[in-house]
């Protein structure tokens, strides 16, 4: 089942979601869902949040449409599972589904916990405030022949928890030597950071407002490395939600892998793994609901 038709079921069907848009309709069809109920949940979460002004009492008509649209799965965005998820306070294990519906293939089930507070040395500095919160991490890393990481893949939609906010940077390795495909935005340049790192800096299409919303698309090239590549983590401060981390191993796939949680973003003390068997495809594959002052990711041997 696709990520649309999987929130519509839970929506009909799960009692507790059920609720939550029937108390706002009078109409209640069984089977069927009211897109102007549950458009009204939506907007009740973003006037409480402060994700848009009390003030704006035309947004659930405004999101009866858009809500329509993703359910019956015309346009379905990040941005919307986010709201729905949030909204409805699904599970954690109903958000993970449907965040692996979304990202197209089925997830290794560990647990479906977030990870938090794992950070034991101080992390690499920022290239500039941070001045957002990420709602949304797809994360799809490609491996090629010579065992190198090749090119890596994001999408994540942020939120601006002040006025004014205009760029989004980061620290990747720096074996980078390009920023490709940008969606939402665009490649500022390449920034100082710590030894081993480079900044990345990217500017949005537009200047967000406190509350406001934005999503990015960027693949990062890669120049091969001397060593073959054993390990990828994803490093958080503020909290990240709904964080989906993808290897493709194109040819090569290793013997043995594993999950694991670390102290640092390089070397570091390794604080949990988990063993792991890699897809069909050549894929190693995670969903987790929440990263925060913590480094994740995969480890593996050749």
């Known amino acids: 089942m696709d990520a649309a038709g999987h929130i519509r079921t839970l929506l009909a069907e799960n009692p507790a979601y059920r609720h939550r848009w029937m108390t706002h309709t009078h109409r209640r069809r069984k089977g069927e869902v009211s897109y102007s109920g549950i458009a009204q949940v939506v907007a009740l979460h973003l006037w409480e949040t402060g994700l848009r002004s009390d003030t704006d009492r035309d947004l659930p008509r405004r999101l009866r449409d858009r809500i329509r649209q993703a359910l019956r799965g015309e346009q379905l965005t990040h941005e919307t599972v986010t709201w729905l998820t949030e909204s409805f306070c699904f599970s954690t294990e109903d958000t993970a589904a449907v965040w692996d519906a979304f990202a197209g293939r089925s997830s290794i089930d560990l647990g479906g916990n977030g990870v938090s507070f794992t ?82 800096k990217i500017l949005l299409e537009r200047v967000l407002r406190k509350g406001q919303y934005a999503s990015l698309q960027y693949s990062t090239i890669h120049r091969a490395t001397p060593e073959a590549c054993t390990d990828l983590r994803r490093a958080a401060r503020r909290r990240i939600d709904n964080v989906d981390m993808r290897i493709t191993y194109h040819e090569a796939v290793p013997s043995r892998a594993w999950w694991c949680a670390w102290g640092a973003y390089s070397a570091g003390e390794l604080v949990r793994e988990v063993r792991l068997e890699a897809g069909i495809q050549g894929e190693l594959h995670q969903f987790f609901p929440s990263l925060e002052q913590a480094v994740v990711g995969f480890r593996w041997e050749w």
């Open 119 to 200: 950070l034991r040395d101080p992390p690499v500095p920022l290239v500039q405030p941070q001045l957002h919160r990420t709602t949304a991490l797809f994360s799809h890393y490609h491996l090629g022949p010579d065992r190198t990481l090749h090119r890596t893949d994001h999408s994540h939609v942020l939120v601006a928890l002040e006025d004014g906010v205009d760029s989004y940077a980061y620290s990747p390795r720096d074996s980078v030597e390009s920023v490709e495909s940008v969606i939402g935005g665009t490649f500022a340049g390449f920034q100082p950071s710590s030894p081993g790192f480079v900044g990345v």
